[in-house]
């Protein structure tokens, strides 16, 4: 099951074949109801496409490689399975980038690593054909990984495949993660870096995947502006929800491990400067590549009067996406920023701020003293320093039993092996008896405080108190905690 038949056009020099470049143009064409719209054999070098509009193919086109190509005008593949397959041919079989490896020696062949660099487009809209992902999908995967990127060779020829056992390869042979349901896709076969395959204006209408794809991170290239509906969809004419989410509902055959759409624009080293979000898009992040930002940056934000007051403006926001839910990590207002524990040095121990309350308990001989008028206790924290007290009171005289006394349930665990670093004091407790001098004891690794009389650590009792009255415990603190 595909869609159209033949191919629009291939360009080739019958000369060189893939082992050369080759320079073409093309402008003011529609290409339809193809297999492939434009087959070009050969490195495309300072080629050029000017308002193409290709539709109703199932690749809409496979390059091998193409440098200093530029897109013009408006671009348009609307109504096919894949958008633009860029590089990604396996040529040759050593794992090298390096040309003085390139058979046949010495580095005559080094149009056969295939590369993708400084190809710009003005403005590039894709729109995905309409449907549910199924055979008309797998079906062009499995054709151009059939025919052109050959998986099966990536393994060393000691575990079954066909590249060179031994390597010098600085980058990585990439996995195969599909072509179809895509506007575009880069391949470095060979994983030389991918750069300046920049898009200034581009439109994306209801792709299954992530829409541009590059199979590694090592260049730098930018969408400057981009709107996009109905990404990540099963059934992309449908809405976004449960039962209709691409790599949730229905798995990537390609890309078991994750879960979701993964990124709704962009995937690689290309970053998203700006962008408008329509409707129908599956929850997810819009990039794993940030803009990058090589000199200092300055901006103003503007904030319209009686919206919202300038320190609640948001300025900035970083967040992680497991695939169900998104943790925001850093998110910075105009007059307090939310941020990770800082590490001052790499590998280092962290630094944190936080205080809060705690209900702490009151254990005697081993019972739980329920029904106190008061059981509260309050911590700060200063890195791994915390400075707190609980107090327990109750409402009217309260005689307890002999046994140890033990406070509970603090929100954090005193290390082991690092006793000497805590100390605190008994302020009040009314159940001492005159002259017994009563102070904490840090339970090493727990998370609970005993009642000692001395040095040794005698434990205090209730025959150090007085009898029944009213129940009075501070006790104050500081220790050196771990995590």
């Known amino acids: 099951m595909t869609l159209g038949s033949g191919i629009g056009i291939y360009v080739s020099r019958d000369s060189v074949g893939n082992n050369g470049t080759v320079n073409y143009g093309l402008k003011d064409i529609t290409l339809s109801n193809f297999f492939i719209g434009r087959l070009v054999e050969g490195i495309s070098f300072a080629s050029n496409e000017s308002n193409l509009k290709v539709t109703s193919c199932t690749f809409s086109g496979i390059f091998q490689g193409m440098d200093q190509h530029t897109w013009s005008g408006q671009v348009e593949t609307t109504g096919c399975v894949a958008g633009d397959v860029i590089g990604g041919w396996w040529l040759q079989r050593n794992n090298t980038q390096n040309t003085a490896y390139i058979p046949p020696y010495p580095a005559t062949d080094v149009y056969l690593l295939g590369w993708a660099d400084s190809c ?6 894709a729109g995905q054909i309409n449907g549910t992902w199924g055979a008309l999908q797998n079906n062009a995967d499995t054709f151009f990984d059939t025919y052109f990127f050959k998986s099966a060779n990536s393994a060393t020829t000691a575990s079954g495949g066909r590249l060179t056992n031994n390597s010098n ?8 993660k599909g072509v179809a349901g895509r506007a575009r896709t880069v391949l470095s076969r060979y994983g030389r870096p991918i750069n300046r395959m920049d898009i200034d204006n581009l439109k994306l209408i209801r792709q299954h995947r992530t829409p541009i794809y590059l199979s590694n991170s090592l260049g730098e290239s930018v969408i400057s502006h981009a709107y996009f509906e109905g990404i990540g969809l099963v059934d992309n004419t449908g809405s976004a929800v449960s ?3 691409f790599g949730i509902d229905v798995v990537d055959p390609l890309n078991t491990s994750e879960s979701g759409v993964g990124y709704m624009v962009t995937r690689g080293g290309i970053g998203l400067k700006n962008f408008t979000a329509s409707s129908k898009n599956q929850h997810a992040p819009l990039s794993d590549n940030a803009d990058r930002k090589n000199a200092s940056y300055r901006g103003t934000l503007y904030v319209p009067s009686g919206t919202v007051s300038t320190t609640q403006a948001e300025i900035d926001r970083a967040s992680v996406w497991d695939g169900t839910t998104t943790d925001i990590r850093y998110l910075r207002y105009a007059d307090k920023a939310f941020t990770q524990p800082l590490q001052f040095t790499l590998g280092g121990p962290t630094f944190r701020y936080a205080e809060g309350n705690f209900t702490p308990t009151l254990t005697v001989n081993g019972s739980l003293i329920t029904g106190l008028a008061v059981s509260r206790g309050h911590y700060k924290r200063n890195g791994n320093t915390i400075m707190g007290g609980v107090q327990f ?4 005289a309260l005689a307890l039993s002999a046994g140890q006394v033990v ?3 603090l929100p954090f665990t005193i290390p082991s092996g690092a006793i000497a670093y805590h100390h ?6 009314s159940h001492a008896a005159a002259g017994v001098n009563v102070r904490p004891f840090f339970n090493d690794g727990a998370t609970t405080i005993k009642l000692v009389t001395d040095s040794k650590g005698t434990d205090f009792t209730a025959s150090n108190a007085p009898g029944s009255v009213q129940l009075l415990l501070y006790v104050s603190f500081t220790m050196i905690i771990s995590g």
């Not at 390869?169 to 195969?176: A, E, K, L, V």
């Not at 605190?424 to 407790?429: I, K, L, N, R």
Request: glycine share 16%.
């Open 407 to 409: 406070i509970g349930g």
């Open 424 to 429: 605190g004091q008994v302020d009040v407790y």
């Open 120 to 125: 710009p487009s003005e403005t590039l809209t």
């Open 393 to 396: 009171s109750s409402s009217a």
């Open 243 to 245: 039962g209709n989410l």
């Open 169 to 176: 390869n600085t980058g990585t042979i990439p996995q195969w």
